[in-house]
C-alpha cells in the first residue's frame, strides 16, 4: 500500500542548478530490431549485482537485449531473489558467485564476455574495508584483460571527486576533480579514499593492461529500488523520514536519480569511443532545499527543520559541469522533487519506513 500524497510535477524554487529537459533520455544506439539482435549475441558481467546500483543497471541491460551475467558473494542469498523476477532473467540472466578479492572466481564470471561492468564495492566508511575497494577494483581490471574483455565500465563516486576543502566556490566541478586524499582520511571519510583510490587504480590497471575503460562517477544516487534490502544512499533519505536525524548540517550534496545513473552506464559502455571519467551530476542542493523539498511532499513525517551550526552563512551550491555526458546524448532527468517522491513510495512500500498518515501526525 502506498500512501496518497499526489505528486504533481512542477518545479520548486529549490532545484538550485541544472536545466529543465523531459524525462526520456536516449541512447546512442538506436533501439530497433537488428541493434536487439546485436545484443543478444553480447554477453556482459555486472559485478555486485544484486545491489542497489547493479540491480538497475542489469534490469536495463536484460530489457536492452543483452545476455548478462551477475555476480555476488552468494547468489543463493534471499538478498538477490529479485534479479530473477525482471524481465529476460529467465532466458539471459546467470547468477556467479565471485569475490572481488578472489581472481579465479573473477575470471570464471568474465569468461565470454564482450564487456565488464564493475559496481561491486562496499559503500561503507569502515578502514579495514578500503582494500576491498582498492585491490578489488585492480583485480577486476586484471580479470578483464586477462580473459579478453574489450570494455570496462567502473563505478566511481563522487566522494572520489568533491571531498576538497581548498576547492574555490566558484570552480566548476567535473571529470577533472579530485577530493584531497588528506583531508577525507583526517576526517574519517574512508569511502571516498577508497573510492579516489580505487578509481585511480582502474585507469593505471587499465592503460598498462590496455583495456578501454570508461568510468562513472554518480553523486548521492536516490530512486526506487529493486532489492528488499535499504542501501546507503535511500537510507540517506530515509533517516530523514524516521526523525532519527534531529538536525541537518548546513551543507550541499550533488544528487542523481538512479534512472540516469544507469543510463550513463548503458551510455558509455555503447559508445565506444567512450573512454575516462563521466560525472553523472543531476542536481545541487543545500540539504535545506531537499528537505523541504521532503516536507512538500510528505507533511506528516517528522522531518526536521533545525540546521547544525546555523550560525555560519548557508553553503553556497556547487558549480558543476555534466556537459561530458551530455554529449554523448545522456539527457538528465532533472527533477528531485519526482525522485523524491518516487524513492519514498518505494520506502514505504518495502517497509524501511512507517506509512504515516494524515491524522498519524500526533501520535508520533
Ligand atoms: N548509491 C550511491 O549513492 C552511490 C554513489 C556513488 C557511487 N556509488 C557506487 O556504486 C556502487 C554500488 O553502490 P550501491 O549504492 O548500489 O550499494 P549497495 O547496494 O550496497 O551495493 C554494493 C554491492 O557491492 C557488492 N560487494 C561488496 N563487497 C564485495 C566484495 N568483497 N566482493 C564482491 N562484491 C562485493 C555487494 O554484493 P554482495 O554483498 O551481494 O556480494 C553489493 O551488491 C559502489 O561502487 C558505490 O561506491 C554509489
Redesign the pocket.
Known amino acids: 500500500m502506498s500512501l496518497h500524497y499526489k505528486y504533481t510535477a512542477t518545479h520548486k524554487d529549490c532545484l538550485c542548478s541544472g536545466k529543465r529537459t523531459n524525462l526520456v533520455s536516449q541512447y546512442s544506439m538506436a533501439n530497433n530490431s537488428s541493434a536487439e539482435k546485436q545484443r543478444a549475441r553480447v554477453l556482459v558481467c555486472v ?9 538497475r543497471v542489469v534490469k536495463e541491460l536484460l530489457l536492452r537485449g543483452y545476455r548478462v551475467r551477475g ?4 547468489p543463493a ?1 534471499r ?2 531473489v529479485h534479479l530473477q523476477t525482471l524481465e529476460g532473467a529467465n532466458e539471459r540472466l546467470s547468477l556467479h558467485r ?4 578472489d581472481c579465479d572466481s573473477l575470471r570464471a564470471a568474465f569468461d565470454g564476455c564482450h564487456g565488464v561492468f ?6 561503507s566508511n569502515d578502514v579495514e ?1 578500503m582494500p ?2 582498492v585491490k ?1 577494483t585492480r583485480n577486476v581490471v586484471n580479470a578483464a584483460a586477462d580473459m579478453g574483455v574489450h570494455r570496462l565500465v567502473f ?5 572520489a571527486v568533491h571531498m576538497n576543502p581548498n576547492r574555490s566556490p566558484d570552480t566548476v566541478l567535473d571529470e577533472t576533480c579530485w577530493s584531497d586524499y588528506e583531508f577525507c582520511k583526517q576526517t574519517g571519510n574512508y ?1 571516498c579514499c577508497a ?1 579516489m583510490m ?1 578509481d585511480k587504480a582502474a585507469t593505471e590497471e587499465a592503460a598498462r593492461r590496455g583495456l578501454q575503460l570508461a568510468v562513472v ?6 530512486g526506487p529500488m529493486l ?1 528488499r ?1 535499504l ?4 537510507y ?1 533519505v530515509a533517516r530523514y523520514l524516521m526523525g532519527t536525524k534531529k538536525a541537518y548540517p548546513n551543507a550541499v550534496a550533488i544528487y ?1 536519480d ?1 534512472r540516469d ?1 544507469v543510463r550513463a552506464h548503458l551510455l558509455v559502455y555503447e559508445h565506444h569511443r567512450a573512454r575516462g571519467r563521466y560525472v553523472c551530476f543531476g542536481t545541487a542542493l543545500h540539504r535545506s532545499c531537499l528537505l523541504r523539498l521532503l516536507r512538500g511532499l510528505f507533511p506528516h513525517y517528522p522531518i526536521t527543520s533545525k540546521c547544525e551550526g546555523n550560525d555560519k552563512p548557508m553553503v553556497r551550491p556547487y558549480r558543476f559541469s555534466n556537459q561530458r555526458l551530455k554529449d554523448l546524448g545522456l539527457e538528465f532527468t532533472d527533477d528531485m522533487r519526482k525522485t523524491l517522491y518516487e524513492t519514498v513510495i518505494c520506502l514505504q512500500q518495502k517497509g524501511h519506513v512507517r506509512l504515516i498518515m494524515p491524522n498519524q501526525h500526533s501520535s508520533l
Do not use: C, E
Open positions: 559485478t555486485g549485482a544484486g545491489g542497489f546500483i547493479g540491480s555476480t555476488a558473494r552468494d542469498d538478498k538477490n565471485a569475490d572481488v578479492l564493475h559496481v561491486a564495492s562496499p559503500v574495508l576491498v575497494a578489488g563505478t566511481s563516486s563522487y566522494g569511502y573510492k580505487a562517477v554518480p553523486p548521492m544516487t536516490i532489492q534490502s542501501n546507503g544512499s535511500n540517506y542523481a538512479i545513473v
